[in-house]
């Protein structure tokens, strides 16, 4: 009998366990039903395992709360109902004072708060507006977005994002761009000025040279004592450079400008070149051998300046004792990058044999006025190879150089492929 008592009990107390768990069971299933508790339910071999997630909202609400912009919901009427800590720094005002107040009173202009639900009503639901700060008693620009939540709940969602930087961004780069109208009317004004004073050079200043070189040359110096007649030469050689020398300051000046780009023969350019320099080429017994050559989209005035520069560089500069002897091709790879530039390039050398350069004057050649020589070794001024980077520097190319002392010199020319 006491056995018997034993196994009664202990039936009774596993049939109250399965009565706690079975209510337990039912209470979740209630809450499932009744919305109070998310739940997922897994099959696991066919047998259906329920798990309730009482923190299914967890990662959206600190999402929420840690978003680096305003979030609120608010009544249709403007109540707020939630709002992040990050609009409540915005404003300066703890969160549990904002929510059960009004959105408008946040606003400068409380009146704007209507206009933006009448939008809404009609699609448009961005706007920028202007807040009040509590902290630091001032208004900022701010982006509003407006989302309608309903039919699932009767309120509107509601993102503020803080403009005053990309504000402050945009004022600096208005001023800047105010900056640099002002300093381009400055260099247009200085290019006015410049263009005028070439305008004295090339005509005032070359009337009276014109006068010097003419009369000097009328003067009969057979009654002249030997240092009269040197005190004459020297005046008209010095007239004669300064003629040269304001020339060259013009042709330099005029290749600022951009003059109408056509498509360009350079092989026909050059031929012209040689034609002009027929005479120089026969007494200097120059060979010139002219390759293929690419079209080029330039100016034909320009175009014939470079290469008339380069071309009497290259005679120029030749060694007493070897004939001149230049090349003008384009090299095999058709398509050259120059360094730190994206745009494609064709490439034009022109090489000669002449007495060349030492490696630490290359960098100074392309400078105005520059010379390597002395002016009782070659004439000139200075200015053609200036000029040429000038032209190169117009048609948006390039112009380098390599050469080896008593060897010769390469220049190149990178024009733009279009």
């Known amino acids: 009998m006491e056995v018997k008592k034993r196994n009664i009990e202990s039936l009774l107390a596993e049939i109250e366990s399965l009565k706690e768990e079975l209510f337990e069971s039912n209470s979740i299933v209630d809450a499932i039903k009744q919305g109070d508790v998310d739940a997922l339910v897994v099959s696991t071999n066919g047998v259906p395992e329920v798990y309730s997630l009482q923190t299914a909202d967890y990662t959206y609400r600190l999402l929420i709360e840690k978003f680096r912009q305003g979030a609120l919901s608010i009544s249709r009427k403007g109540l707020i109902l939630y709002c992040n800590d990050y609009f409540s720094e915005l404003v300066g005002i703890p969160s549990e004072q904002i929510v059960g107040t009004y959105l408008n009173e946040y606003f400068d202009n409380p009146t704007q708060f209507v206009q933006l639900i009448q939008a809404l009503r009609y699609g448009i639901a961005t706007h920028e507006i202007l807040l009040k700060s509590d902290s630091d008693k001032k208004t900022f620009p701010a982006y509003i977005a407006l989302t309608d939540l309903e039919p699932s709940v009767e309120a509107i969602g509601i993102v503020i994002t803080d403009l005053t930087e990309k504000k402050k961004h945009e004022e600096a780069l208005i001023r800047h761009q105010e900056e640099l109208e002002e300093k381009i009317n400055e260099l247009n004004k200085i290019n006015r000025n410049l263009e005028e004073f070439i305008h004295v050079i090339s005509h005032d200043l070359k009337e009276p040279l014109r006068k010097i070189v003419m009369n000097t040359s009328r003067i009969d110096g057979s009654y002249f004592t030997e240092p009269d007649t040197k005190a004459i030469n020297v005046m008209k050689l010095s007239a ?179």
């Open 240 to 418: 004669l450079r300064l003629n040269s020398l304001v020339d060259d300051l013009v042709r330099y000046s005029s290749h600022t400008a951009q003059e109408e780009r056509t498509k360009i023969n350079l092989k026909t350019i050059i031929s012209e070149v040689m034609e002009d320099f027929e005479i120089i080429i026969s007494d200097k017994k120059a060979s010139i051998k002219v390759g293929d050559l690419p079209i080029v989209k330039a100016s034909r005035v320009q175009m014939r300046q470079l290469f008339s520069n380069l071309i009497s560089n290259a005679i120029k500069y030749s060694k007493e004792t070897t004939a001149p002897f230049i090349e003008i091709f384009q090299p095999e790879n058709l398509d050259t990058k120059i360094p730190n530039q994206n745009a494609k390039f064709v490439q034009i050398q022109i090489k000669d044999n002449g007495i060349g350069m030492e490696e630490n004057h290359l960098a100074k050649i392309f400078t105005i006025f520059q010379r390597l020589h002395a002016r009782n070794e070659y004439s000139g001024n200075g200015i053609g190879l200036a000029i040429c980077k000038k032209i190169m520097e117009n048609h948006s190319g390039k112009i380098t150089v390599e050469s080896t002392l008593n060897e010769g010199t390469t220049f190149n020319l990178y024009f733009p492929i279009a």
